[in-house]
């Protein structure tokens, strides 16, 4: 069974608008939180990390934290088309060895 | 030069052959790890290991073996290998005294005929 959930896209926005990115976990024990975001052929590259409840906020990136309904979001203000990519969510439960478990992606595609 | 590097990067082979991808990193982590990547199933994990002489299963380590020969070295074998077994590896790195985050190595894209 899954443990970390993502509606796999694509999820197309007009340049310049928000992009609203959704990850849900099931391990009420896991305790940090991560987004990475993957090129199509390349290697996923950390954007946001977080780990307490609440906002957290990088350049044009919003990470949203809600441990109690277990989801975790991405804000992407002001997309724009190199933003077209797969974003990846991923969690760490330290108890059960600090594994980093992986959502399938959400597919993002910036339309001009 | 990467932090993490791959090789091969590219790897056809035939059904039965056995294969090694190797890592290797010069960021200082003690901990690597091995994915794989299929389509829509984002990353799955293959083998971990904390440090040297440290070796754990992953969630689809059958089929697989790895092998820690330093700190910075991390080699993953398909002792033989199967179609099914096609796919983008991937390695990664990261710091136990750390911010947790894993850094990836380029991939090998792997075709098993």
């Known amino acids: 069974q899954k443990e970390v959930e993502q509606n796999s896209g694509p999820l197309s926005v007009p340049e310049g608008a928000i992009a609203s990115l959704n990850c849900t976990y099931s391990d009420r024990g896991s305790q940090s939180f991560f987004w990475y975001r993957q090129y199509s052929g390349k290697s996923p590259e950390l954007i946001m990390s977080i780990y307490s409840n609440g906002d957290k906020e990088d350049g044009r990136f919003t990470a949203q934290l809600n441990k109690a309904s277990q989801y975790v979001s991405l804000l992407i203000r002001d997309s724009q088309p190199s933003d077209s990519a797969t974003y990846l969510c991923a969690v760490i439960d330290k108890a059960a060895g600090n594994k980093l478990t992986f959502g399938g992606g959400t597919r993002v595609l910036v339309k001009p | 030069d990467a932090d993490v590097t791959q090789t091969p990067r590219n790897r056809i082979t035939k059904t039965g052959k056995r294969i090694m991808l190797e890592c290797s990193q010069t960021?200082?982590?003690?901990?690597m790890y091995w994915y794989r990547q299929d389509p829509g199933l984002g990353l799955r994990l293959i083998y971990y290991s904390f440090d040297v002489k440290d070796i754990n299963k992953g969630e689809i380590s059958d089929g697989y073996s790895v092998s820690r020969q330093a700190q910075a070295k991390f080699s993953l074998s398909l002792e033989s290998a199967i179609p099914n077994q096609t796919a983008l590896y991937f390695c990664?790195?990261?710091?136990?005294?750390?911010?947790?985050?894993?850094?990836f190595g380029p991939g090998t894209r792997l075709l098993v005929l």
């Open positions: 990664a790195t990261s710091d136990s005294s750390g911010s947790e985050t894993q850094y």
């Open positions: 960021k200082g982590h003690d901990r």
